[in-house]
Structures are given as structure tokens and as C-alpha cells.
């Protein structure tokens, strides 16, 4: 048989093949809550606007009421038929209250429908990452405030570079998150506007009052233009791009811990609640939830590929395509508040091995640059001369198997005569760090200074 809700010109069903590649119910009924929301406040409007009666209005929105109640309580009965979530609810409305709920897709298509809910659904997705980000925030500042002045060998090309301190190195990745929550916050501002009343694509011929449903789903003002408030999806793009940022914020965070929680590093050590064992090898402690995250983050990099491959070659308005929007968003959204989530509990109860950081940033020459500084400030040296010096004491220092600190004065005074007593005063990690006081810098004293200031951003 034809369906009920568009069947009038058919004489025939669907293909069951049709109805397999047609219906999004399957997936689309997480826009529930989203749906009958926006419908509420419809059914509001059309009474408000003489266009509903109000027997028939509070008849819609009392059975729009029990329909969510039944979805909620497991016994609402999706039919695959009925296509989306919109038919669905609105059929289940049929049955319980009749004849009025025929009247309740005046002024309305199912275009700006989906848009609405949808936009909605993404709008809570928004606030959903900006408070993971800011719970993953405050953890990274908790464990920075212990850790200030924790030495730790900074790399590049994951080669010692120069000492940095880990607190230093936990704030670095507070300033980042710190930007995702912008651009969620940003993103959230530019969505937050309604399509509702758009109609089809034209708009609609009855007096409705679009400032008035925009106002009472949250939105900030209707969209001001009825083709783009169907078409476009930039919304959903936005919170996908800013996702996948994020997420390969997160999935370097995770790399990091991998490698440091090696054996061959023993930096960190993840806690019982975030290893898993070896079903062969008893010594094992493996750092699978931050593997786990390092690799669902290919999620939602694809979704988001995979929605913008959708929408590039849309002509306006709504097309069928648009429909393959909401598991990508689905899928991304779910992994990312589980990789915040998982994030932030990894650094909740990480074990920083403070000798172990000590050690190896005491290694691989890592004090060489403030060798080479120290030539150039206490000795008169051009950077490049002291440079050269200095590489020539690490070549010493690396066929002797010994560390810069353990060359005695006069090997060093038989590559330069300058150095005097004074270089061992620079040549240790701490002293090299405590000097860093450009703003920004590793020097203890700095990073404590951007710590209280996040402190008090987050209140
Ligand atoms: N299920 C559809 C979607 O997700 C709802 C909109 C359908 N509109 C239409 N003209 N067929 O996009």
C-alpha cells in the first residue's frame, strides 16, 4: 500500500529494496526528543497565530507528550514504513489523538523539520564538547600545578632538545584545548539560529510567526533566508571541523602517552583503571584506552571527509543526500565525548615518574644550547663560534660515554680557554630551565604564571 504520509498520488508501495536504502529511522530516531520539541513549539505557534484551534493545539501537544514518554519508556513502535523519525512521531500522534495531529504539518515540510532537529541536536553535541574540553582542561592545570618545575627532556624529531619542565608540557596542550573550546563556542554562536518556518524551500503563505518558535526552542533569531535555512548543513561541517582539531589534539596527547608509559621511557604510568594485561605475557600493562583513542580519532577525521563529500556537489535546496548527514554526526560526536572523557580520567590518574623525567633529561646533552649561550654571554663569542665549541665538547663528551657536567675544566678549556669554573652553573637541567624566563618559556616561575592565569579564566 501507499504511504500514508505522501501516498496520495501513488498507487503502489515502495520496493522493499527502496524502503532499505529510503528509511533513516534506524538511525534517526536519536533526534527524538529534538523532533518533538520543535513540533511542540509549532503546534504552539500555529494556536498563537489563529491557525490551530487551541483545543486542537493542546490536543497535539499533550499526545506529542505521550508519544515522548513512550519512546523513552522502550514502547514506542518504529516502523521502518513510516521512514524517519518526523513520520514516525507523527503517525504514533494519529493514534492517540486523531483527527488534530493531521493539522499539525501546517506551515511546515519536513525539510525545515530535520533541520531544526538536527541543529538542535548538534547545538547540545556543542555544549557536550565544551564541557569535556573544560573538565580535560582543569585536569591538565591540576596536574601542571604539581608537576611546575619537574624537569623532563623537551624534544624535536623526539630527539632530546633542551630540558622543559612536564608542567610546562601539560600547559601546552591546556593552551590547544583551550582553542577546540573556542571553536565549539564559536561554532555554537553561528548554528544557533532557527530554520523552523522555512517550509519546503519558499517559506509559506500562512501567517506564522517564525520569532516566536526561534525563541522558544533557545535559537537566537530565525534564519533569515527560507533555501538556506533547508540547504546547508555548514553547521554540522563546523562542529565536524572542529571535532576532528580536537580529536588530532587528543590523538598526539595519546601517542605521547603511549610512548611514555614504554618501558624503554617509564615517564608515566597509567593507573589499574586505564591498562589492560596480557592474556600471554604477566608482565604486560598495556596502555590500550590511549591506543583506543589515538585510533578512534580516524573516525571522526572520516566522517567528517565524509559529509563534506557529501554536500559539495549539492545543488539548493534540500536533496535526499542531506539524510546521510546524521550518522557521521552521530558516530563523531559519540567518539569524541569518549576520548574527552577517557582523556581526562587517563590524566586524572596518571603516575608521573618524577627521577625517571630527571634522569632523562639529564641525558642526550640536553643542557648543550645553554653551553653554547653561556659562551656567548660570558665569553664575547658569536652564536655560531660558541655553537661550533660546543659541538666539539659533545663530541668529546659522547667518545668519553660520559655527560657535559662530568668534562673537567681544563678538557673543556683545551676546546675553548674562555670557559672558566663558572659553565657548571649552567650545565645543569634545573639551572637550564630556571632560566628560561621569556614569556611563555619553560622557567618554573613562568609556567606558574600561566597556571594562575588559566586558574582564573576557569573560575
Ligand atoms: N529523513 C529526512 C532527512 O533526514 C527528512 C527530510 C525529508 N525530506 C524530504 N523532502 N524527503 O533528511
Not at 518556518?197 to 526561534?214: K, S, W, Y
Not at 549539492?314 to 558516530?331: G, H, I, N, R, T
Not at 646533552?365 to 665569553?379: G, K, P, Q, Y
Request: hydrophobic share 45%.
Amino acid at each position: 500500500s501507499s504511504n500514508a504520509m505522501w501516498g496520495g498520488r501513488f498507487a503502489a508501495g515502495p520496493d522493499a529494496i527502496m524502503e532499505a536504502i529510503n528509511a533513516s529511522i534506524g538511525f534517526d530516531k536519536r533526534l527524538y526528543a529534538q523532533d518533538i520539541r520543535g513540533s511542540r513549539a509549532h503546534a504552539a505557534m500555529l494556536a498563537a497565530q489563529g491557525i490551530l484551534t487551541d483545543s486542537d493545539a493542546a490536543a497535539i501537544r499533550e499526545g506529542l507528550l505521550t508519544v515522548l514518554s513512550e519512546i523513552e519508556a522502550g514502547k514506542f513502535p518504529f516502523s521502518t514504513a513510516l521512514e524517519d523519525i518526523h513520520m514516525n512521531v507523527e503517525a504514533r500522534l494519529k493514534e492517540i489523538i486523531g483527527e488534530p495531529a493531521g493539522r499539525l504539518h501546517t506551515a511546515r515540510s519536513r525539510n525545515d523539520q530535520v533541520a531544526t532537529d538536527f541543529r538542535l541536536w548538534v547545538r547540545d553535541q556543542a555544549d557536550a564538547a565544551i564541557k569535556g574540553l573544560d573538565a580535560l582542561i582543569r585536569a591538565l592545570v591540576a596536574r601542571a600545578e604539581v608537576t611546575a618545575d619537574w624537569v623532563m627532556p623537551g624534544f624535536t624529531h623526539l630527539q632530546t632538545a633542551q630540558p622543559v619542565t612536564f608542567g610546562h608540557h601539560m600547559m601546552a596542550y591546556v593552551e590547544m584545548f583551550a582553542r577546540d573550546l573556542g571553536r565549539f563556542t564559536d561554532a555554537r554562536k553561528r548554528m544557533n539560529e532557527s530554520p523552523l518556518g522555512a517550509a519546503a524551500l519558499a517559506g509559506t503563505g500562512f501567517a506564522i510567526d517564525r520569532h516566536m518558535t526561534a525563541e522558544s526552542l533557545g535559537f537566537d533569531r530565525p534564519m533569515a533566508n527560507s533555501l538556506d535555512a533547508v540547504s546547508d548543513r555548514d553547521f554540522a561541517l563546523e562542529f565536524l571541523s572542529a571535532s576532528s582539531i580536537c580529536a588530532v589534539h587528543l590523538s598526539r596527547m595519546a601517542e605521547e602517552l603511549v610512548i611514555w608509559s614504554s618501558a624503554q621511557f617509564r615517564f608515566v604510568a597509567m593507573s589499574d583503571k586505564w591498562s589492560t594485561g596480557s592474556s600471554i605475557m604477566p608482565q604486560k600493562r598495556n596502555p590500550d584506552a590511549a591506543e583506543l583513542i589515538r585510533a578512534k580519532i580516524g573516525r571522526i577525521l572520516g566522517a567528517t571527509v565524509a559529509l563534506f563529500t557529501v554536500m559539495k556537489g549539492l545543488p539548493l535546496a534540500y536533496s535526499k543526500d542531506m539524510q546521510e548527514d546524521k550518522e557521521q554526526v552521530f558516530d563523531a560526536a559519540d567518539t569524541l565525548m569518549l576520548a574527552l572523557a577517557a582523556m581526562t580520567g587517563m590524566i586524572s590518574d596518571l603516575t608521573v615518574n618524577r627521577d625517571k623525567l630527571e634522569a632523562a633529561a639529564s641525558n642526550g646533552f640536553s643542557t648543550a644550547t645553554d653551553l653554547a649561550d653561556w659562551l656567548v654571554r660570558e665569553a664575547g663569542l658569536p652564536f655560531r663560534e660558541a655553537h661550533h665549541v660546543t659541538g666539539t665538547l659533545v663530541a668529546m663528551a659522547e667518545k668519553k660515554g660520559v655527560d657535559l657536567p662530568d668534562l673537567s675544566l681544563a678538557e673543556m678549556q683545551s676546546v675553548n680557554p674562555a670557559i672558566t669554573e663558572d659553565i657548571f652553573r649552567v650545565l645543569g637541567v634545573h639551572n637550564s630551565v630556571a632560566s628560561r624566563q621569556s614569556y611563555g618559556g619553560t622557567a618554573p616561575d613562568q609556567v606558574r604564571a600561566q597556571i594562575a592565569r588559566w586558574k582564573q579564566v576557569l573560575g
